[in-house]
């Protein structure tokens, strides 16, 4: 028995908001769970320090199945982001405090390595396409297999996931939220020339990506994967939404270019349709909003029976504490494809010392006990909360957009 003594949130602002969850056992080990939902931080560090919390103490931190179950069926309300970005949290910080108490990296207990690292993509963005295939060229230079490109579009001002800083880009922008102008026929124009750019420049020997963000309806993002075919993109992400998963088969019907979808998933049940009837390629479902490992290994375990492969998320608002746990998760699944990696500041990186390391195109999560990462709450205490959302889109008539 490992008795849970104690545990606590911790709200951090190094460049950007984090919210972690340490928990503590009678005999000094501790594990770290990563509870950040972007834009709606606080609502979880509720959801866990008035609900959660009081239910933990006492219990044995070895039962991490039994305590998911607890808390994802004892709620009696179950799903959702909140729900599930805190009982991702608890489920990380028991999986730390596991596998330290066994003296191994996390990896190790989840089954041993498949695989001698994990294979990124990086962000490559710019204004115009010249800019983005430059970004391009640099993010190969530094090794990377995999590259994300996105680019801005000629006739709007701005375009999300396109961002000033190029080699630390932070989707949450504003106090309130920012207002992006969004033309679906001018964007539509843009990407084909982007991705014929970018295979001239970087040649056949990478990985290229993009993300649509919600923005197409299925039959515009079926053409626009058709004219993106001759590329040969490794994935089209989050072409249209998937709440309605029978959306998918509709861009199935026209094209060949794979896809991937799930970063706002937060059960099995979301996507359960779209891996049962092959309908998407890469499920981008992760630890923090998907109800952290225990509850992603299920996800990944039915997508392998369906020949799909994981594409994690892996934006600079999961913590370095996901980070960590979706590369261990990552090494140790079969049915890997690859993991989303932006680089966090260097303000980030000092509240959150960890154990992986980038080298030549993948990351591995070290060797270190349990996750292999720390908080420094000293150095998080200098942090404060600061209140940022994520943009908004709009039409240009005005009207609010993203289907
Ligand atoms: O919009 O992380 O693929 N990555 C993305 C990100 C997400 C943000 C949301 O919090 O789409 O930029
Ligand atoms: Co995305």
Known sequence: MLKIKDARVVVTCPGRNFVTLRIETADGLYGLGDATLNGRELAVVSYLADHVIP??????????????????????WRRGPVTMSAIAAVDMALWDIKAKAANMPLYQLLGGACRTGVMVYGHANGQTMEETVDEALRYQALGYKAIRLQSGVPGLPSTYGVSGDKMFYEPAD???????????AKYMRTVPKLFEAA????????????DVHHRLTPIEAGHLGKSLEPYRPFWLEDATPAENQEAFRLIRQHTTTPLAVGEVFNTIWDCKDLIQNQLIDYIRATVVHAGGITHLRRIANLADLYQVRTGCHGATDLSPVTMAAALHFDLSIPNFGVQEYMRHTAETDAVFPHAYSFKDGYLHPGDAPGLGVDLDEGLAAKYPYSRAFLPVNRLEDGTMYNW
């Not at 504003?174 to 679906?184: D, F, I, K």
Request: proline share 2%; aromatic share 12%.
């Open 174 to 184: 504003g106090a309130l939220p920012t207002e992006n102008v969004w033309s679906t």
């Open 199 to 210: 295979r001239l420049a970087l040649g056949d020997d990478v990985h290229l990506l993009h």
């Open 55 to 76: 239910c933990l103490i006492g219990r044995d931190a070895h039962q991490i199945e039994d305590i998911w179950q607890y808390l994802y069926k004892g709620a009696y």
